[in-house]
C-alpha cells in the first residue's frame, strides 16, 4: 500500500529541547515536502526536496531543519523548539508531474510546545 | 505569488442535497493543477479531486464534480447527494506544473470551508 509515514503522531515537549519528525514514502517519490498547519491559515510549506541531497526553504523555514539523505526518508528538525511551532505537522510527497503531479500526504504530527 | 481564496468558512447541507463550495485563485501562470482536499475530524488530508488546467473539461470523481472556469479563475466543489461522511474541512489548493519554471510542487492552499452534512 503506497503510504507516507510520519512519527510521532503526538508529541508534546518543551522549549528548548530538541526534536526530529521523521516521515518516509514507499513511492519512490523524488519530491518530498513539510507543511505545517494553523487555525485561521490554512497549510503553509516549511521546507522541499526535489531529490536526494537537494532541499531548498519553503514559505516558513525559521526554526526548521531538514536533510534528505535517502530518496524515501525527509526528516523534519526542530534544533530548539519554542511555543510558536506548536502546530499540525504533514509530510509529503509527489512523483514528477509526468505522472500527474498529486502530493500525497502523511496522517499529520501534532506537536505542542510549552 | 499564487493566492487561493475560499469565500465561505462555513456551510451545511442535508443528508441527500447537493451543496457547491467556492474557490477563487489568482495566478499569473498559464500551466497549473488545482486540488480539492477534504480534511475529516481525524485531520488526514484526502485527496477528493484534480483539474489540470490544460484540460477543458471539468473533473468528476463519484459524486464529486467541479466546475472550472480559467478565465475567471474559478474552481468550485459540487457534492451531490452529500453523506455524513462528507462532513469535513474542504481546502482548495494550487499548484504550478513544474515546466513552468521554478515549480517546487509547492501547493498553495485557500484557508478551507468546513462543510456540516446534517442528517
Known amino acids: 500500500e503506497a503510504q507516507v509515514t510520519q512519527n510521532p503522531r503526538y508529541l508534546i515537549t518543551v522549549t528548548g529541547k530538541k526534536l526530529t519528525v521523521t516521515c518516509s514514502q514507499n513511492m519512490n517519490h523524488e519530491y518530498m515536502s513539510w507543511y505545517r498547519q494553523d487555525p485561521g491559515l490554512g497549510l503553509r510549506q516549511i521546507y522541499y526536496?526535489?531529490?536526494?541531497?537537494?532541499?531548498d526553504k519553503g514559505d516558513v523555514p525559521e526554526g526548521y531543519k531538514v536533510s534528505r539523505k535517502e530518496k524515501r526518508n525527509f526528516p523534519l528538525i526542530l534544533e530548539s523548539p519554542s511555543p510558536n511551532q506548536t502546530s499540525l505537522y504533514f509530510c509529503?510527497?509527489?512523483?514528477?508531474?509526468?505522472?500527474?503531479?498529486?502530493?500525497?500526504f502523511g496522517e499529520g504530527s501534532w506537536l505542542t510546545v510549552v | 505569488a499564487q493566492t487561493v481564496t475560499q469565500s465561505q468558512p462555513e456551510m451545511s447541507v442535508q443528508e441527500a442535497e447537493t451543496v457547491t463550495l467556492s474557490c477563487t485563485y489568482d495566478t499569473s501562470e498559464n500551466n497549473y493543477y488545482l486540488f480539492w482536499y477534504k480534511q475529516p475530524p481525524s485531520r488526514q488530508m484526502i485527496l477528493v479531486i484534480r483539474?489540470?488546467?490544460?484540460?477543458?473539461q471539468n473533473a468528476t470523481e463519484n459524486r464529486f464534480s467541479v466546475n472550472f472556469q480559467k478565465a475567471a479563475k474559478s474552481f468550485s466543489l459540487k457534492i451531490s447527494d452529500s453523506q455524513l461522511g462528507d462532513t469535513a474541512m474542504y481546502f482548495c489548493a494550487f499548484m504550478k506544473q513544474r515546466n513552468s519554471g521554478g515549480s517546487n510542487y509547492k501547493l498553495t492552499f485557500g484557508k478551507g470551508t468546513l462543510l456540516t452534512v446534517n442528517p
Open positions: 526536496s526535489m531529490n536526494v541531497e537537494v532541499t
Open positions: 483539474q489540470e488546467a490544460y484540460k477543458q
Open positions: 509529503a510527497s509527489a512523483a514528477g508531474q509526468a505522472r500527474g503531479g498529486t502530493i500525497y
